[in-house]
Structure formats: C-alpha cells, structure tokens
C-alpha cells in the first residue's frame, strides 16, 4: 500500500489516494468486516472507586457501544459505494480517502488493534511466542498485526508524501 | 505503548442525570493516559494532536512520558470537561481514566 497523492485543497475530492494491490484490498476488508472488536470491558472511567460515578460509568460504555453501531453503519454504507477500490492498473487499485475519513479508519483499525489484542488477554506483544498460537487466538494476532500495518501506512501518509515513500 | 508504531469526530458525551454530588464534581480532575502495549507510538502522538489540539511536540512529549513513566497526566479539568476528553480519547481505543487531583 503506497500513498500517491496528497491534496491541500478543500474543494478536492479527496485528501489521499493510495495504490493497493489485490492481497492489501482482501486484507484491509477482512479487518473492517469485524470491527467493531472492542466492547464495554474495555471501557472504565476511573481507576478509584466508581461507585459514586455508576451512572457515568454507564454513560460511557452505553456511549462507546452506540458509538460503534454508528460507526458500523457508515461504515457498511462506506465499502458499498461503487468504485471503492478502482482497478486502475493489473493488481494495481486506488483507494482514496479525504483527511476526515483517514481519522475515521485509523480509529476502526485500532478498534481492531485494540479488540483483538484485550481478547488474546493483554499480552506483552514483544515475545509472544505467535508459533503457539492456532484458531481464533492465531486470527485475533493476525488481524492485530495488519490493522497495525495499515495504522502506520495512513499515520505517515499524514506527515507527507516523502515520509511515505 | 508498541513501538511499532480519528470521522469522524469522537462521540458526544450523552448527558444523563448525574448521581455525584455538586462538592464532588467541583473538585479539580485530572485525565491520564495510562500506558499499554498495543497502542501504537505515533497513534497516541496523533490522537493527542487530534483531541487536545497540541502541536506536535507537546503530543510527543505526553507520548514518550505514556511510554516511559506508564502514565501521563494530560489535563486538569472539571468534573465535565475531563469526562468528555475520556469519552473521546477511549473512542481513539486510549487507556485514559480521570481521577481526583487531590
């Protein structure tokens, strides 16, 4: 995945354009069609004691949850718009995104990031022994690792084009 | 916090009925970030960048003391205003809590 183009302008279509071939397209919808990862576990507003702030510990998992619904819809309505990915060279796709919409997968991908690695239990991720790893617990590494690969390619795209070469 | 490395504005808080007394939520709050180690290095600089409007350096001065210390204190704010900053930096998926600045 290799960014191509940076536009300044407002009234442009869209903010970055990179060239993915198939293999990253397959990856990058694989990791969108599960978020969301994270759910109410992973939400605690205070390290204290909660209980004289229940209700606003509940406002924040009961926000985050709806938070996530919402971002699943856009979403869903996001990938089925026609010309996505646009094949414009053999195994050569454009994927284009406006700077808002760079925020917006960033925070899906680290849902993911995120998600998968509260599911494989918290681990220290240098070391983890991934050969012992099989089933879901392999998927929920895997997925962890490519929603950070994707994460590093938009987070340079943001400080500029010779950052992302 | 991994070495290895926002729509989409962060949800708006939903105001509830709140249960804590006036005495409590006068007091000072203090947000943290707590350090972990999916997050990625340049993630946490950009999302601090994102919901605080830091320049660049100050995001990456929090991040590194995240990094290093396994904690950062962010800010100092009501009981509101820290709550809302929570609910967007755990929308980013950031382990940040508020706690009394006592």
């Given at each position: 995945?290799?960014?191509?183009?940076?536009?300044?302008s407002?009234?442009s279509?869209?903010g970055?354009?990179?060239?993915?071939?198939?293999?990253e397209?397959?990856?990058l919808?694989?990791?969108l069609k599960i978020?969301?990862?994270?759910?109410s576990?992973?939400?605690?507003?205070t390290t204290?004691s909660a209980?004289?702030?229940?209700?606003?510990?509940?406002?924040?998992?009961?926000?985050?949850?709806?938070y996530?619904?919402?971002?699943?819809?856009?979403?869903?309505?996001?990938?089925?718009?026609?010309?996505?990915f646009r094949l414009e060279?053999?195994?050569?796709?454009?994927?284009?995104l406006?700077?808002e919409?760079?925020?917006?997968?960033?925070?899906l991908l680290?849902?993911?990031?995120?998600?998968?690695?509260?599911?494989?239990?918290?681990p220290?991720?240098?070391?983890?022994p991934?050969?012992h790893?099989t089933?879901?617990?392999?998927?929920?590494?895997t997925?962890l690792e490519?929603?950070?690969?994707?994460?590093?390619?938009?987070?340079?795209a943001?400080k500029?084009?010779?950052a992302?070469s | 916090?991994?070495e290895?490395?926002a729509?989409?504005?962060?949800?708006?808080t939903?105001?509830?009925?709140?249960?804590?007394?006036?005495?409590?939520?006068?007091?000072?709050y203090?947000?943290?970030?707590w350090?972990?180690?999916?997050?990625?290095?340049?993630?946490?600089?950009?999302?601090?960048?994102?919901?605080?409007g830091?320049?660049?350096?100050?995001?990456e001065?929090?991040?590194m003391?995240?990094?290093?210390?396994g904690?950062?204190?962010?800010?100092?704010?009501?009981?509101?205003?820290?709550?809302?900053y929570?609910?967007?930096?755990?929308?980013?998926g950031?382990?940040?809590?508020m706690?009394?600045?006592?």
């Amino acid at each position: 995945m290799k960014l191509i183009r940076t536009l300044k302008s407002a009234s442009s279509s869209g903010g970055f354009a990179f060239l993915m071939n198939k293999q990253e397209v397959d990856w990058l919808l694989a990791l969108l069609k599960i978020y969301p990862q994270m759910d109410s576990s992973c939400h605690k507003l205070t390290t204290t004691s909660a209980a004289e702030i229940k209700a606003e510990q509940e406002t924040l998992e009961e926000s985050m949850a709806q938070y996530r619904r919402d971002h699943r819809r856009k979403l869903d309505k996001f990938l089925a718009s026609p010309g996505r990915f646009r094949l414009e060279a053999p195994d050569q796709y454009r994927f284009a995104l406006t700077p808002e919409q760079m925020e917006w997968m960033l925070q899906l991908l680290n849902d993911v990031r995120v998600g998968c690695w509260v599911k494989l239990g918290r681990p220290e991720l240098e070391g983890v022994p991934k050969r012992h790893l099989t089933g879901q617990a392999a998927r929920d590494m895997t997925a962890l690792e490519l929603s950070g690969y994707f994460q590093m390619v938009l987070l340079e795209a943001f400080k500029g084009p010779a950052a992302a070469s | 916090m991994s070495e290895t490395a926002a729509s989409s504005a962060p949800p708006k808080t939903e105001q509830k009925e709140k249960t804590a007394p006036k005495e409590v939520r006068d007091r000072g709050y203090v947000v943290i970030c707590w350090n972990d180690p999916v997050n990625l290095m340049d993630y946490v600089t950009h999302v601090f960048q994102s919901v605080f409007g830091w320049p660049k350096a100050r995001a990456e001065r929090h991040m590194m003391q995240v990094h290093q210390a396994g904690k950062s204190l962010l800010v100092r704010e009501t009981f509101e205003k820290a709550e809302h900053y929570v609910h967007q930096l755990q929308a980013y998926g950031l382990n940040a809590t508020m706690e009394r600045d006592e």
